[in-house]
């Protein structure tokens, strides 16, 4: 595990696309903390990070982190995709819907596993990887069965 430096998030993540909207996003990833922004009107979340809630237009927002706790929505592997110092093939990926609110989910790759797919509805738990030297968000499955 990598420790946490100074670094601003860009320096940190320089493939990674950063805006204004989502650079508070990449500083929870480099705490270790799945940051997405929260209305305070309307008390969702929403992603991707934009600057209005896009339930209620207000601009009212605040970045809440989140469980990491939730179910399989989506599930696939990538056998080939281009070269990459920190991506090995097959390469799995999941969507998961997290458990905070119906409808909010989040995409990574996820560890633990074998190169098969993972079951849809199937319960994971956010863990941290380390990716180019910084922390980058995964998903593994618990044994709890089903959320």
Not at 65 to 91: D, I, K, N, Q
């Amino acid at each position: 595990m990598t420790a946490p430096t100074d670094a601003p998030p860009w320096e940190r993540y320089p493939n990674h696309p950063m805006d204004e909207d989502s650079v508070a996003l990449y500083e929870g990833w480099l705490v270790r903390e799945l940051r997405l922004p929260r209305c305070r009107r309307c008390n969702r979340w929403h992603t991707p990070p934009r600057s209005l809630c896009p339930f209620c237009w207000s601009d009212d927002l605040t970045f809440t982190p989140l469980s990491g706790r939730g179910t399989v929505h989506l599930s696939m592997v990538l056998h080939v995709g281009p070269p990459a110092p920190v991506v090995e093939y097959p390469y799995p990926l999941v969507t998961v819907e997290l458990e905070e609110q119906p409808g909010l989910r989040f995409t990574s790759t996820v560890v633990d596993g074998d190169a098969d797919p993972v079951v849809i509805g199937s319960a994971v738990e956010l863990v941290w990887i380390d990716r180019a030297g910084a922390p980058f968000p995964a998903f593994r499955t618990t044994s709890g069965g089903n959320a």
